[in-house]
C-alpha cells in the first residue's frame, strides 16, 4: 500500500460464506489499511474462495490497463457454489494477474498443535497449496507459502516489486480462429544467437532466474450466426 501511486486504485475484499467489499476501489491505500485494521475472525471456518476469486474477476473485467489480485488465504474451499474447474475455466479467461499468499501451512502447523492435526488435514493443506500455485501461474503471477508469520513483510515487499516490474509482451498468433478455445503459450529468455540466455554475476557464476509469465489465453470467440 505504501508504493501505490496516485493514479493507482486498490480495493479490499474479504470473504467466508458470502463475499464482501470492505474498501471499494480508492486511490487512499490509509482507507485499506484502516479496513484491514477492522477484520475479525469469524464464528465459522466455511470459506468460498473460488466464488470470492471469480466474483473480483467479474468486478475489474472491464478495467483498461494492468491489473492485479493479490489472494491472501489457506487456498481451502468448502462453501463455493463453482467448483476447481470452474474456477480454473474464469481464471483462465482473465487478463489480471493474481498473486498468492498461501497461509494453509501455519494453520495446519497450529492444527497439530492444538492436537487436531492428521494424514487428512495435511492432504487438504497439500491441496489447498498447489490451487494456489496454480491460480498464480496460470496467470503469470507468483505464489508465496510462508511458515511464520515473520516472512510475510517481506513477501509484501516482493509483491510490491513484482506488481512495479513487469514487461508487456504483444504478439500476433498464427491462429486467427475466432474458436473461444484455451491456448498455450510458452514465454523463453533467449540469446541474441537464439540460444538459451545465461545470466551470470559480478563474479562470473551463472544466476538462476525463472520467468513468470501468463501460461495461455482464451481466444475470442466470434459473435457471428453461425447458420
Not at 475472525?41 to 490497463?65: H, M, Q, T, Y
Request: hydrophobic fraction near 40%; proline fraction near 4%; aromatic fraction near 10%.
Amino acid at each position: 500500500l505504501g508504493n501505490l501511486k496516485q493514479t493507482d486504485w486498490v480495493a479490499l475484499e474479504t470473504f467466508n460464506m458470502r463475499s464482501h467489499v470492505d474498501v471499494d476501489f480508492t486511490h487512499d491505500g490509509k482507507e485499506v489499511m484502516r479496513g484491514l485494521s477492522q477484520l475479525y475472525f469469524p464464528p465459522f471456518s466455511e470459506s468460498n474462495l473460488f466464488d470470492a476469486i471469480s466474483d473480483v474477476l467479474d468486478r475489474i473485467k472491464d478495467v483498461k490497463g494492468k491489473k492485479s489480485i493479490l489472494v491472501f488465504a489457506s487456498g481451502i474451499d468448502t462453501f463455493s457454489k463453482m467448483n476447481l474447474d470452474q474456477a480454473l475455466k474464469r481464471i483462465r479467461e482473465t487478463d489480471a494477474t493474481i498473486f498468492t499468499v498461501g497461509v494453509g501451512a501455519q494453520l495446519f502447523m497450529r492444527a497439530e498443535m492444538g492436537g487436531r492435526g492428521g494424514f487428512g488435514q495435511q492432504l487438504n493443506f497439500i491441496q489447498a497449496e498447489n490451487q494456489m500455485r496454480t491460480f498464480a501461474g496460470m496467470t503469470g503471477g507468483r505464489a508465496w507459502f510462508p511458515r511464520f508469520d515473520g516472512e510475510i513483510p517481506s513477501i509484501m515487499q516482493e509483491v510490491a516489486a513484482s506488481l512495479r516490474n513487469q514487461y508487456s509482451l504483444v504478439y500476433s498468433p498464427s491462429n486467427t480462429a475466432l474458436d473461444g478455445k484455451y491456448r498455450k503459450i510458452t514465454v523463453e529468455l533467449v540469446a541474441p544467437d537464439a540460444c538459451p540466455l545465461t545470466v551470470n554475476n559480478e563474479k562470473g557464476k551463472k544466476v538462476k532466474f525463472q520467468v513468470y509469465a501468463r501460461q495461455g489465453y482464451t481466444a475470442p470467440k466470434s459473435s457471428a450466426d453461425p447458420n
